[in-house]
C-alpha cells in the first residue's frame, strides 16, 4: 500500500503564499510522477501541476507564473509553493502519485487532501 501524508493548507488573505507538502511511504517500487490536483466544491477535480521523475513539470494555465512544484526522489516527497493566491485558488488539494508498487502494475495513488482558503 501507498501513504500520501500532505500538511501546508489553510486560511490565507488574497495576495498571500503557502506552501504545501507530501510524504510518500509504503512498498515503492518506483515513482514515475508525483503532483497536486484540487477540487472546489461543485467543481470536478482538476489538475494543479505534476513533476515528473526527470524534473519536467506541467502546470495548469491557471497557476503559471504563481505556484512552483518541487521533488525529492530520494524523500519521496513534493511540495508545492503557491504565491499571488485568489480567492478561486480555494480548493482542497489533492496530492498524487503516479506509481508501482512491489511486484505490482503501475496505477494512481492519491492523498486525504488538504484545504486551501484564499479570503480577505
Known amino acids: 500500500q501507498v501513504q500520501l501524508v500532505e500538511s501546508g493548507g489553510g486560511l490565507v488573505q488574497p495576495g498571500g503564499s503557502l506552501r504545501l507538502s507530501c510524504a510518500a511511504s509504503g512498498s515503492i517500487f518506483w515513482i514515475y510522477a508525483m503532483g497536486w490536483y484540487r477540487q472546489a466544491p461543485g467543481k470536478q477535480r482538476e489538475l494543479v501541476a505534476v513533476?515528473?521523475?526527470?524534473?519536467?513539470?506541467n502546470y495548469a494555465d491557471f497557476v503559471k507564473g504563481r505556484f512552483t512544484i518541487s521533488r525529492d526522489n530520494a524523500k519521496n516527497t513534493v511540495s508545492l509553493q503557491m504565491n499571488s493566491l485568489k480567492a478561486e485558488d480555494t480548493a482542497v488539494y489533492y496530492c498524487?502519485?503516479?506509481?508501482?508498487?512491489?511486484?505490482?502494475?503501475?496505477?494512481?495513488?492519491w492523498g486525504q487532501g488538504t484545504q486551501v482558503t484564499v479570503s480577505s
Open positions: 513533476i515528473n521523475r526527470d524534473g519536467s513539470t
Open positions: 498524487n502519485l503516479d506509481g508501482r508498487l512491489w511486484a505490482g502494475a503501475r496505477n494512481d495513488y
